[in-house]
């Protein structure tokens, strides 16, 4: 999910003591069958794949839950088809929202997202009714420990990227941890992540990512129905990401936690 990183904090350390590692194992899981089944099993010729299990390992998912997501790619055990679908529409507070699926029965999907944004006070839109408001961009992000924030900032400039900064995220022990976050345009992805992983090693995530073009600033009413939607979406083991372009105050996000 991404919004207003105070709020997404929050929503993640709210679920962080009973967090289902099981739904992120899952969606880790489908991005590699799908990698594999596109392009083969083979992470030097298939970029797709090679990210895939980058992002799996910085989930810490299980060697054995990898390689049997690969075998059923490559269908030596029974796998499913999946299809990579974006939902788009408006939440409370008029937030514009993308959500990404990867599901093997779209109608199921469909209506399931469909429902969600019902229930909490939104509106399901048609495709290209909100993704004007947003731009596909690649994230690329280091733990904070790999280099002090100049010598990042420099590796990241020399690289082509577009932007280097420092953000956050909860790790499994309910613990906020610093990270350096990296971002350039997609066409740039592949050029900008080889030159970083021979500066630095292998990144923790590379993949790529919506970043909203502005932000709407959401009330505490608004976002505690907005946290709502959210939350029912991400539980979905159908939905891979949501992303929106919601503002939530740190004052109004406080309370919410609270």
Not at 9 to 17: F, V
Not at 121 to 140: H, Q
């Amino acid at each position: 999910m991404a919004g207003h990183s105070k709020f997404k904090n929050i929503m993640h350390r709210k679920g962080a003591q009973d967090k289902k590692r099981a739904k992120i194992f899952n969606r880790c899981a489908r991005e590699i069958i799908v990698a594999v089944k596109a392009s083969g099993d083979d992470p030097s010729m298939n970029p797709r794949l090679r990210l895939a299990l980058q992002n799996a390992r910085a989930e810490n998912m299980p060697k054995d839950k990898i390689e049997n997501a690969i075998k059923k790619g490559m269908g030596a055990t029974d796998g499913e088809n999946y299809e990579e679908i974006r939902y788009e529409g408006y939440g409370p507070g008029g937030t514009a929202l993308l959500v990404e699926v990867m599901t093997d029965n779209k109608n199921r999907s469909a209506s399931e997202v469909r429902a969600a944004f019902t229930k909490y006070g939104g509106n399901l839109g048609e495709t290209g009714s909100v993704n004007f408001m947003f731009d596909r961009l690649a994230e690329i992000t280091y733990p904070y420990e790999t280099a002090s924030e100049e010598a990042m900032f420099e590796a990241a400039l020399e690289a082509g990227a577009d932007n280097c900064e420092i953000d956050t995220y909860i790790d499994d022990k309910d613990d906020e941890q610093k990270i350096h976050r990296i971002t350039c345009a997609q066409e740039d992805f592949g050029t900008v992540r080889e030159a970083l992983e021979q500066s630095h090693g292998e990144a923790r995530s590379a993949k790529l990512i919506w970043e909203p073009q502005n932000t709407n600033p959401i009330d505490e009413d608004k976002a505690g129905s907005l946290m709502k939607l959210i939350e029912v979406l991400e539980d979905n083991d159908d939905v891979q990401n949501v992303v929106g372009n919601f503002e939530i105050s740190d004052e109004v996000a406080e309370k919410l936690a609270s």
